[in-house]
C-alpha cells in the first residue's frame, strides 16, 4: 500500500518562491509508492493568497493551484496520483495534523506545524538551502 504524503500550503509556494521542482524532489526522497494528499482548506489558503497576496507571493500561489491541477491528472515515478481531501478542523495545521498517522508524511516548511508534526512521530519532508527536499529522521 502506499504511503501519503500531505503537502502544506507553503511547499506549494516553493516551487514559485524558490523554483524547485517539489514533485520531482519528493519522488526523489520517497523510495517507495506513495500518494500526494492536499486538504481543500491548503487550495483555499493559495486562493485567499492569490487574491489578497502581492507580487512573488500572489504568482506563487497562482503556480501552486496549477500545479496541484495539473498533479491530480498525471500519475509518475513512485507517485500514484494526488487527492484532494475535506476536513472537519478550520485550522489547516490542525487539520493536517490530526489526519497524519504513522505511516503518513507530511511536507512543509511552517516551522511550528514541523515541531507540532515531529512530537507527534510524524516524519516531515522539507526545504533544505532552499535548494532541495529531504525527510526529517
Known sequence: MARSVILDTNMLLVPGQFNVDIFAEVDRV???PYELVVL???????VKIEQTGSGEDKRAARLGKLLVEHKKKAADGNCKGLKIIESSETHVDDAIL????DDTLVATNDKEL???????GVRVIFL???QYLTVSA
Open 40 to 46: 481543500e482548506g491548503t487550495i483555499s489558503e493559495l
Open 30 to 32: 520517497m523510495e517507495e
Open 128 to 130: 533544505k538551502q532552499e
Open 114 to 120: 514541523k515541531r507540532r508534526l515531529l512530537e507527534h
Open 98 to 101: 490530526s489526519i497524519a498517522e
